[in-house]
């Protein structure tokens, strides 16, 4: 599940929860993730993910990749004494914060890591530290020996088992996809993927509309005899469904970006317009923020003959979620339907 900072009506992994279980506790969620009994870690898949933790031998290859790279996009004059600080703090005061080890940021833009967090992310980055836990959503570092458990860390898979396993972990999360699907899963070279096929155990599909071969778990297909029955709710930009956008687009049939870093005049949909899930389908775009005890729909953007009933409901059980009271809309695309929406959330 990636990781955001940015809060609209919930964090990105709290969007993502309250989609697949409803309107469950927020702190609840928090709990799951990094709670003393949760069974998690943090690490680059696609982007910075929370990942299961049975999956840790999996990405032994990117953590060797990584050490052999010998750098990440930031750099230190004397990186081993600034990793030999990191250890020898967890070392004697156990798991800690970059603002607990001496500050994440150097002083300047928010990129500007202080050389303790530049260490602290490497270590994490090679696989000698781990986060397993986040305090006010800070990632917490610790040590992997001390972390993770003895019978993961003693796992040793080559990079072809690696890649095997991230392969069929993608496949069963997708259903069907192309190679390329199947790489931006778990952020994989296309080469690796191609050559993990036959031992992830994926047979070969063709799917109607798609001019790429596709793959998907032996025996996945023989289970969809029904037509999936789903929620009507909105969706995080950063949700497993949706992140993919060219996937999102040849599944759904809609064009979705986020646009959060698009200058304000250029954007179509909105700041953090998120889609709106009805059972199988994606019929509108919602740009939310919450006011105080009012959720505002700043822009909707409606794609389907019956968008406005579903846009209705996802905002009134949305509303509720984040203890709101009250949902006001506005401003509609195409404008000539604004009363229909306006009609259904009566």
Do not use: N
């Amino acid at each position: 599940m990636q990781l955001d900072t940015i809060s609209v009506l919930a964090r990105s992994h709290e969007l993502v929860a309250y989609a697949r279980l409803g309107a469950v506790r927020r702190s609840s969620i928090d709990d799951a993730f990094w709670g003393p009994s949760s069974q998690t870690f943090e690490f680059w898949s696609h982007a910075a993910c929370v990942l299961p933790l049975e999956t840790w031998p999996l990405y032994a290859a990117k953590r060797r990749a990584r050490l052999a790279k010998g750098r990440r996009w930031h750099d230190l004059d004397d990186r081993e004494a600034a990793c030999r600080v990191v250890r020898d703090r967890l070392v004697a005061d156990g798991p800690l914060t970059a603002r607990q080890l001496g500050g994440a940021k150097a002083g300047g833009s928010w990129w500007d890591w202080s050389d303790v967090k530049i260490a602290a992310e490497w270590l994490l980055d090679i696989g000698e530290v781990v986060a397993r836990e986040r305090r006010g959503f800070e990632r917490v570092y610790d040590l992997a020996e001390r972390a993770v458990p003895r019978a993961l860390l003693e796992e040793a898979p080559s990079d072809q088992e690696c890649a095997a396993g991230l392969v069929a972990s993608a496949a069963s999360a997708l259903g069907v996809a192309t190679v390329a699907d199947l790489a931006a899963y778990h952020g994989m070279l296309q080469a690796s993927v191609r050559g993990a096929i036959d031992d992830a155990g994926l047979e070969a599909v063709e799917v109607e509309g798609w001019d790429q071969p596709a793959w998907a778990a032996r025996g996945a297909l023989g289970a969809l005899d029904a037509r999936p029955r789903g929620r009507t709710v909105l969706l995080s930009p950063f949700d497993s469904l949706v992140w993919d956008r060219g996937r999102t687009e040849r599944l759904f049939s809609l064009r979705y970006r986020l646009e959060a870093y698009v200058p304000k005049h250029l954007r179509v949909a909105g700041y953090f317009a998120m889609p709106v899930l009805a059972g199988d389908r994606l019929v509108a775009l919602v740009d939310p923020k919450r006011l105080k005890s009012t959720l505002h729909a700043r822009h909707v953007v409606l794609h389907t003959r019956d968008a406005p009933r579903h846009v209705a409901a996802a905002l009134r059980e949305a509303a509720t979620w984040v203890g709101c009271d009250d949902v006001v809309v506005d401003r509609v695309t195409p404008e000539a339907r604004a009363r229909e929406l306006a009609d259904a959330l009566r």
